[in-house]
């Protein structure tokens, strides 16, 4: 289904199955060139990023862009609006629509962090405006979740002589997989998240790993296994990450020059910014603004 420019997508357009509420997408880089314009849904969604990667941009002061890659997945709930930009070419993102309308399901009531997430009364209020993943699927575990989505997506049509429970039951094994990867804030070390807020907050400061490592009383070897395994890079990667991702809105939503963006960024200079925009994007900071100026990643 193609979007408009602004949408609300609505619950009447996907869920034709009566006594199913649940329906599989699949959009890739050829679907709209990859660019799905900033919308929201009248439906809870599960995204999946299968191969590739793209940038996911949310509205609202908690909202920003990130750039996700294979295996980050995320919540968006009714009214909350998102949209994609700058997609690689081999992208194929999948959307698990959930129409919380009549009571939870049993994979909805499972009790587990990640299924709690998916229910909009008991989700921890911020998770679907910050466009960071919730988790990261392992290359095994996102095979077998792209194969059960993919069965989903064929078999949840109208015409189809699979049963609404046969299908819940597939759903509720993608659920236990997402669940495994997903990183509640209690999994995650105090003192590792606290530095990784302070990388978000101060990424314009020239922030090493043995300066951060030392401020939480932590040898710089001991603070980068911590790290990483927490958050699956480094921290240098995660400032970078921030960095672009502050350069990008920027970009977009302001006439600042970009020497003055690359600044205010924590880049030595403009080339700086336009050496890191090129490897992640294959673009220069001009032909990124121009290219995505009409897009309105954050609302005041």
Do not use: W
């Amino acid at each position: 289904m193609k979007i408009k420019e602004y949408d609300c997508l609505k619950r009447t357009s996907f869920f034709a199955r009566p006594g199913l509420p649940i329906v599989v997408t699949r959009d890739t880089s050829r679907t709209n060139h990859g660019y799905i314009p900033m919308h929201d849904h009248e439906f809870t969604e599960i995204v999946l990023i299968a191969s590739g990667s793209t940038t996911h941009v949310t509205a609202g002061k908690s909202g920003g862009s990130y750039r996700l890659v294979a295996g980050d997945f995320f919540i968006i709930h009714p009214g909350h609006s998102h949209g994609y930009i700058n997609p690689s070419k081999d992208l194929v993102l999948y959307n698990l629509l959930y129409d919380n309308q009549d009571e939870p399901r049993d994979f909805i009531s499972s009790g587990s962090p990640f299924a709690m997430e998916i229910d909009p009364s008991t989700a921890r209020s911020q998770s679907s405006l910050n466009p960071r993943p919730l988790g990261r699927l392992p290359p095994r575990a996102l095979d077998m979740v792209a194969n059960i989505l993919e069965l989903i997506h064929t078999e949840e049509k109208p015409l189809s002589d699979s049963s609404p429970a046969a299908i819940e039951a597939l759903f509720s094994s993608a659920v236990a997989k997402f669940s495994d990867a997903y990183k509640t804030p209690k999994s995650i070390d105090p003192s590792i998240s606290a530095a990784a807020k302070m990388l978000e907050e101060r990424f314009a400061e020239n922030l090493t790993h043995e300066r951060i490592a030392a401020e939480f009383s932590m040898s710089p070897c001991v603070f980068l296994k911590r790290f990483r395994s927490a958050y699956g890079v480094s921290p240098y990667e995660y400032l970078m990450k921030t960095r672009l991702a502050k350069a990008e809105s920027l970009l977009i939503r302001t006439d600042k020059t970009i020497l003055t963006i690359a600044v205010e960024c924590g880049f030595h200079d403009a080339s700086h910014l336009r050496k890191a925009l090129m490897a992640k994007t294959n673009l220069n900071p001009g032909a990124y603004r121009k290219r995505h100026r009409g897009i309105e990643v954050l609302s005041a």
